[in-house]
């Protein structure tokens, strides 16, 4: 079975620009969470979607978003770049919300500029 | 806030010694505690993880305790091997069965296997 997929897994983009990271949970999950990794915060969690609907949300400002696909795919986006925003993105998936075990993918690197 | 204290930072042991690892949390309604190993490139892989009603757990080399009353996991590798280098993350969770996804991990140890 395939693991979590994430897409593209590096990016760079400049101060003030939007991004946009995809995530395809493994086959028959239905939850996607998603967290930022850093050196000096380690990882957080950003959100949490199910069923196409935001179910959980971190302390993040509202730059930064997301959404779920019927097929369970999940996009986040980050708008108006910060230098701060510069991160290891990750995501993660699981069977359903009253699973805990949560399945990582790569991560996508993002770098500001 | 929910708070996760993982030590040490760094630990550094000789092929075939044990390595422990020790985590704090703060949420008392957490019941859910998985370990990840993230390798150098990667995301975190899931090694082990334990719920509420058990104290210990173990796979091969791997084993977890867990001590409820002082809000304690540890992380224990016997037998250590070089491909165990790597940085290990503790996590805590609430009670699964609101679905409350939300893991709050460690700070990560960095462990380091001399051959």
């Known amino acids: 079975k395939a693991g979590v997929t994430q897409t593209p897994r590096y990016l760079i983009k400049t101060r003030g620009q939007q991004v946009t990271l995809s995530c395809s949970p493994i086959s028959g999950h239905r939850s996607v969470s998603w967290y930022q990794q850093t050196p000096g915060q380690g990882l957080q969690f950003l959100f949490e979607?199910?069923?196409?609907?935001?179910?959980n949300k971190g302390n993040f400002p509202g730059r930064f978003s997301g959404r779920q696909f019927s097929n369970s795919r999940s996009e986040m986006n980050v708008s108006t770049l910060e230098l701060g925003d510069s991160a290891l993105y990750l995501c993660a998936s699981s069977r359903d919300r009253s699973t805990d075990t949560q399945y990582f993918g790569p991560g996508t690197r993002l770098t500001v500029l | 806030g929910e708070n996760v204290e993982q030590h040490p930072s760094t630990l550094s042991v000789q092929e075939g010694d044990s390595a422990v690892i020790k985590c704090t949390y703060s949420?008392?309604?957490?019941?859910?505690f998985p370990w990840y190993k993230q390798e150098l490139g990667k995301g975190p892989q899931l090694i082990i993880d334990?719920?509420?009603?058990?104290g210990e757990k173990k796979d091969q080399r791997i084993a977890v305790t867990l001590n409820k009353t002082a809000k304690h996991f540890s992380l224990h590798i016997t037998e250590t091997q070089p491909e165990d280098s790597a940085v290990y993350f503790c996590?805590?969770?609430?009670?699964?069965?609101?679905?409350?996804?939300?893991?709050?991990f460690g700070t990560g140890t960095r462990l380091l296997v001399s051959p």
């Open positions: 334990i719920r509420s009603n058990v």
């Open positions: 979607y199910f069923s196409e609907t935001q179910r």
């Open positions: 996590a805590a969770s609430r009670d699964r069965n609101t679905g409350f996804q939300k893991l709050v």
């Open positions: 949420d008392s309604a957490s019941n859910y």
